[in-house]
């Protein structure tokens, strides 16, 4: 009888070996053991309207140790937040419901004022309803936290792997 793990047990090892000097780079460092995390450190994150975009510049700002360095970068951040029932019931009622919470973000190189990066990440988050206000606001709470802190470490993610990339260095102003 025939077995497919010699084949995979192949597959892997021919694919281990290529991450080499010029395969995967680590996301927290670089070969010169440069840490790419002390480089969040140097961005500004400016005020976030409304409770939501609060929460999660305080998350980003805790995530950044954001000014701790002198900021280099400037990241704008907006913030959209809906809900959506998705449990409907004979009777109308509702027993789940989803939020979706969206950031729209650019990071901005302070002394140029060129834009470095402008995307979007994404959270969706499920939550029960339960029977009664309270056991709802709380679950529905809680799921925004959750968004928040998946929305703001995919931000943090995407802006660590950008700044290992190595952001262009600042055209000197011209006379």
């Not at 694919?15 to 790419?36: E, I, N, T, Y």
């Not at 994404?122 to 925004?144: C, H, K, W």
């Not at 802190?149 to 055209?171: F, H, I, K, N, S």
Request: proline letters at 6%; glycine letters at 10%.
């Amino acid at each position: 009888m025939w077995s497919a793990k010699p084949l995979v047990a192949l597959v892997a090892a021919a694919f281990l070996a290529s991450c080499g000097p010029g395969g995967f780079q680590p996301l927290h460092g670089d070969r010169k053991g440069q840490v790419a995390d002390t480089s969040l450190a140097a961005i500004q994150i400016t005020p976030i309207p409304d409770r939501t975009g609060q929460l999660l510049r305080n998350y980003l700002t805790d995530r950044f140790a954001a000014g701790s360095a002198a900021a280099r970068w400037r990241l704008d951040v907006k913030v959209v937040e809906s809900g959506t029932s998705v449990g409907l019931q004979r009777d109308a009622t509702t027993t789940y419901g989803r939020l979706a919470l969206t950031a729209d973000y650019t990071l901005t190189e302070i002394q140029s004022g060129r834009q470095l990066v402008k995307d979007q990440t994404r959270s969706l988050m499920g939550y029960v309803l339960l029977e009664g206000g309270f056991p709802s606001i709380t679950a529905q709470n809680d799921a925004r936290e959750r968004a928040i802190r998946e929305v703001g470490d995919q931000l943090a993610t995407r802006l660590m792997a950008r700044l290992a990339e190595g952001v262009p260095a600042p055209q000197a102003p011209k006379p």
